[in-house]
């Protein structure tokens, strides 16, 4: 009888294990607003506190990977002065900077809490001479805020969301996914789409679109459901829409090079976050990104991606 009740706690324990191992690996997107006005400063409250409860064992945000030369090459004098200013430290930190691996294994491996400002600089200038923005901005927020983040809402999905979350899960890193290849060409086929839309209907399609996804936006701003709100399959819709120039009731030149560069974006970031996944081998991996991605990397990864399990946030 000790025997049988032996073999059969084997087997089940057996079982739950080798069910653990091969269950699928999970993709959470969360759909962010990047900055909100000071009247809905508290928006990021209650996406944090679903992202808290998800409990993701890695984070993904919309930071351009270190290694992607081409979104650098393009960012270094691109759009963001932050980005600006953030490639020119990098490249002077790679021509005099003494990086040494087993150095930074051993400070980033201590404790948050046990971290001092040596500590924390040290890790900032790695992050920098890696040319890995979203954890250099981590630690400067650590440096900044303490290990707690902070307490007033800075408004914006990193500090509000994106940090908060890493500080509370105690992960050392997050990981960027975001690419900006082709987003020169992307903005200038942006202009020249509004500039063929003035007379042809798609200009006022736009404001309509735009008019309708604002004034929804309304009610559940006043009530701290913005977020909530924003990740609802019709918003995000509407977002993808309005990115993508699938609005338009006459399509031109400019609007399809648009969708085109919208579309190949959402595709290599879709591509990034796989690699990261398999890499990885975790099974809940959280997305952060820009609200307007979403339907187009759900797309990329149903058509591309059949591995994975992706969630949306207001799905889960």
Known sequence: MKTKFT????????????????????????????????????SYKPML???????????????????D???????????????????????????????????????????????????????IKCFI???????YELYSYIKKYGVNG???????EDGDLTYKLALYMNHKTVINID????NKKYHDAWGKCSKEGVSNGNNAANSKLYKKNYNSAIFPAIFRGLGKHTNKRKSLQQ???MASFSYVVKDTEGCKQGRKYFDERNM?????????????????NVVIIGAAHVIGLEKEFKENYPNFKVILMKDY
């Open 7 to 42: 073999f059969t706690v084997t087997f089940l324990l057996s079982f739950f294990v080798l069910s653990a191992q091969n269950k699928q690996q999970e993709i959470v997107i969360i759909g962010t607003m990047h900055t909100v006005p000071k009247i809905v400063k508290k």
């Open 49 to 67: 506190k679903f992202a808290k409860k998800y409990k993701p064992e890695a984070i993904y945000v919309e930071a351009p990977m270190a290694s």
């Open 179 to 182: 690419d900006q290849q082709t």
């Open 268 to 284: 290599r970031i879709a591509k990034n976050i796989s690699s990261q996944v398999v890499k990885s081998k975790k099974k809940r």
């Open 150 to 156: 902070v307490k007033k809402p800075t408004r914006h």
């Open 69 to 123: 030369s081409i979104s650098w090459q393009y960012l270094k004098n691109g759009w963001s002065k932050g980005y600006q200013k953030f490639y020119k430290l990098s490249d002077s930190l790679q021509k005099k900077f003494n990086y040494n691996d087993s150095q930074f294994n051993a400070t980033i491996n201590k404790d948050f809490s046990k971290m001092n400002n040596v500590d924390l600089d040290y890790l």
């Open 129 to 135: 001479y890696k040319r890995d923005h979203g954890n």
């Open 239 to 241: 977002l993808h829409d």
